[in-house]
């Protein structure tokens, strides 16, 4: 990887967290990339290391993803050398994330993990984020790892319906 390039999936990279509201798997970006033939996936994973490094965008990691957030850091250094972005380049960002906006919603708004707190004890975690706020937010503890793995995955199919659930229990009489 040359210099030149590793600048351009940096700025690749900044930019497009930068049009973005919420923290965004590894998978969207990593997919924006490979589908519009910028580079392999080793290079965008050492170029998101990198970025790491350098303190330009934050991860968060879970069980099952990593998700990233443009730092401060790398907001300035996008306004220094955004101008070396290609405009087509910008556009395809823009218009990748107009597209798949219902994909990357259902991604970036739904979050799940589980850790084991000690043998045959494990907490899932699950929450609903909208536009940076976090919505709900319940952690179970559940005795075997497959429990927590399961609950994770209901959630994420069936988040809207247990939040409205929740809602109407915990608000109406």
């Known amino acids: ?21 919420q923290p965004m798997p590894n998978a969207i970006i990593s997919d924006f ?4 033939g910028y580079t392999d996936y080793f290079s965008i994973q050492q170029t998101l290391a990198n970025l790491t490094e350098d303190h330009m965008i934050e991860a968060e990691q879970t069980h099952s993803a990593s998700y990233y ?11 220094f050398f955004g101008n070396q972005l290609p405009d087509d380049t910008k556009s395809q960002i823009d218009n990748y994330l107009s ?32 536009r940076g706020s976090v ?22 199919e069936r988040n809207e319906a247990i939040y409205a659930y929740l809602l109407k229990s915990l608000t109406m009489d």
């Open 1 to 21: 990887m040359t210099s030149e390039s590793l600048k351009l999936y940096k700025l690749i990279i900044l930019y497009f967290l930068s049009r973005t509201r």
């Open 33 to 36: 990339i490979l589908v519009n």
């Open 69 to 79: 957030v443009i730092t401060p850091s790398g907001q300035e250094t996008l306004g």
């Open 99 to 130: 597209e798949n906006k219902v994909n990357i919603v259902q991604n970036t708004t739904i979050h799940t993990d589980f850790t084991q707190i000690k043998p045959g004890e494990y907490l899932a975690k699950v929450s609903i984020v909208e």
């Open 135 to 156: 919505i709900l937010e319940l952690a179970l503890n559940l005795p075997t790892e497959d429990e927590a793995i399961q609950a994770c995955k209901r959630f994420k």
